[in-house]
C-alpha cells in the first residue's frame, strides 16, 4: 500500500527537469584527485553532505561511527552500480535528501540511531549514484575515478560534522547549528522551484 | 627591575588592543578583492543572489528589525526567528517562481518593516509562537518579491545559495545590533533603531522612498 502511494511521487522526482551533474573535470589533475574534488564541485551534493554533517555533530555523546559507517557502505555500493552505466540521478532527488536531513535539524528533532542509519545509508546511496564518471572512462582509469569520488564523499560527510562537533555546548552553537540548517532548507526549496519554472 | 615591568592585566589590555587596532587597520586598508573569477557551476549566480537581498533598503530594514526584535524577545527568540524567517521566505520565493499571485506584495514589506520596527520600538514582547507568525508571514512577502524578480539566466542552486546567505547575514547583523540590550544604554539605541526602521517603512509605505 505504502509502495503504491509512494509510486506518484517517485514518478514525479524522475520526470522533474533538472540538471544532472556529472564529473567536474579539473585539467592537470589524476583521476583519483578529480574524484576527490568532485563532491565540493557539485553544489547539490555539498548541501547533502553539509545537512548530515550538522545532524550527525549535534549526536550525544558525539559518535559518528554508526553513520559514516552507514554511509561509506552505502556510498560504495552506489558508486559500484554507476560502473554498470546507472546514474546520475535528477538534482531533485539530492537536494530533497537535504532538505530531509536539515528539516530534522532545526526542528531540532531527536531519532533513534536506526533513523539516522537508514537515512545516511539513503543518502550514500543517492551520492554514489549521483557521481558516476565521465561517459568514456573505463578500465582502472574508471577505478581511480570512483575511488577517488569515494573518498572524497567520506572525507567531505566527516569534515563538517567533526569540525561542528568541537563548537562548545552553549546555546548560541546550537541554535547557530539550526540557522544554518534552516538556510540548507530555504536553498533547497528555492532550487525546486527554480527547477520546476526552467522546466 | 621590578619597576619597569607592567602587571600582567596590563600587558592583556595592550595586546587586546593592539590587536584590535590591528584588526581596525587591516578592515579598513582592504581594497576591492580581486581574485577569483565566478566559473562553474559553484560561482555563476552566487553574487547576483548574495546581492539581490541587499539592493532593496526596504528588504534590509526588515531583515535587521527581525534579527533586534529576536535579541529583544531574548535567547530563545533570538535565534528561533532567524530559523523561521529563511525557510518560510523560500517557500514565499517558489509561491513566487511558481507564478502564484499574492496581492499587494510590495505593501506588504513595506508594512512589515514598519510593524517589526514599532514592536522593535515599543519592546514588545508576546508570545514566541505570535512572533513566529508575525515574522512568517512578512516572510512570505519577502520571498514572494524576490521570487518573481529571479533572473532566468541564473544558476539556481549558486543564487539561491547567495541570496539566503545574504538574508541569514542581515539578520545576523540585527542580532548583533540588538544584543545591545544587554546594557540600558544600549536597549534605547535598540529601541531608538526601532523607531527609525519604522519611519523607513512608513516613508516606503507612502512612497517617499
Known amino acids: 500500500m505504502i509502495r503504491r502511494r509512494a509510486l506518484p511521487a517517485v514518478c514525479l522526482l524522475l520526470a522533474l527537469p533538472l540538471q544532472a551533474q556529472a564529473h567536474t573535470t579539473v585539467e592537470g589533475l589524476n583521476e583519483f584527485t578529480n574524484g576527490l574534488i568532485h563532491p565540493l564541485f557539485t553544489p547539490a551534493h555539498v548541501l547533502v553532505l553539509l545537512a548530515f554533517g550538522l545532524w550527525t555533530s549535534r549526536l550525544r555523546p558525539f559518535n559518528p561511527r554508526l553513520s559514516l559507517a552507514g554511509f561509506a557502505g552505502a556510498s560504495f555500493v552506489g558508486l559500484a552500480i554507476t560502473m554498470s552505466g546507472k546514474g546520475p540521478l535528477p538534482m531533485a532527488v539530492p537536494v530533497i535528501v537535504a532538505v530531509v536531513a536539515a528539516a530534522i535539524v532545526a526542528a531540532d528533532l531527536t531519532l533513534p540511531d536506526r533513523a539516522l542509519l537508514a537515512l545516511t545509508e539513503i543518502a550514500g546511496l543517492i551520492l554514489g549514484l549521483d557521481s558516476p564518471a565521465d561517459p568514456g572512462v573505463a578500465g582502472f582509469t574508471l577505478i581511480k575515478t570512483l575511488l577517488g569520488t569515494w573518498v572524497g564523499l567520506i572525507i567531505c560527510f566527516m569534515m563538517p560534522a567533526y569540525y561542528l562537533s568541537l563548537l562548545p555546548e552553549r546555546k548560541w552553537a546550537a541554535y547557530g547549528v539550526r540557522i544554518l540548517a534552516s538556510w540548507i532548507i530555504a536553498i533547497a526549496v528555492m532550487v525546486l522551484a527554480l527547477s520546476f519554472r526552467k522546466g | ?209
Open chain 2, 1 to 209: 627591575m621590578t619597576a619597569t615591568r607592567s602587571h600582567p592585566a596590563l600587558r592583556s589590555g595592550r595586546a587586546k588592543i593592539t590587536r584590535a587596532c590591528t584588526l581596525i587597520a587591516f578592515l579598513l586598508g582592504c581594497g576591492a578583492a580581486s581574485a577569483h573569477t565566478e566559473a562553474g557551476a559553484a560561482g555563476s549566480g552566487f553574487t547576483s543572489g548574495f546581492l539581490h537581498p541587499l539592493m532593496g533598503p526596504d528588504h534590509i530594514v526588515a531583515m535587521v528589525a527581525v534579527g533586534m526584535w529576536g535579541a529583544f524577545l531574548g535567547s530563545r527568540a533570538t535565534w528561533t526567528l532567524p530559523v523561521i524567517f529563511p525557510v518560510v521566505m523560500a517557500i514565499g520565493g517558489a509561491l513566487g517562481v511558481a507564478g502564484v499571485h499574492i496581492p499587494a506584495v510590495e505593501t506588504g514589506i513595506a508594512l512589515s518593516a514598519v510593524v517589526l520596527g514599532i514592536v522593535v520600538a515599543f519592546a514588545a514582547r508576546p508570545p514566541l509562537w505570535v512572533a513566529g507568525v508575525i515574522v512568517g508571514i512578512f516572510a512570505i512577502f519577502h520571498g514572494h518579491a524576490h521570487g518573481t524578480e529571479l533572473p532566468e539566466s541564473a544558476n539556481a542552486l549558486s543564487f539561491a545559495a547567495g541570496f539566503v546567505i545574504a538574508t541569514g547575514l542581515l539578520h545576523l547583523c540585527g542580532i548583533a545590533f540588538g544584543l545591545l540590550v544587554k546594557w540600558p544604554w544600549g536597549k534605547w539605541a535598540v529601541r531608538g533603531g526601532g523607531a527609525v526602521i519604522a519611519g523607513v517603512g512608513v516613508c516606503f509605505l507612502t512612497g517617499w522612498l
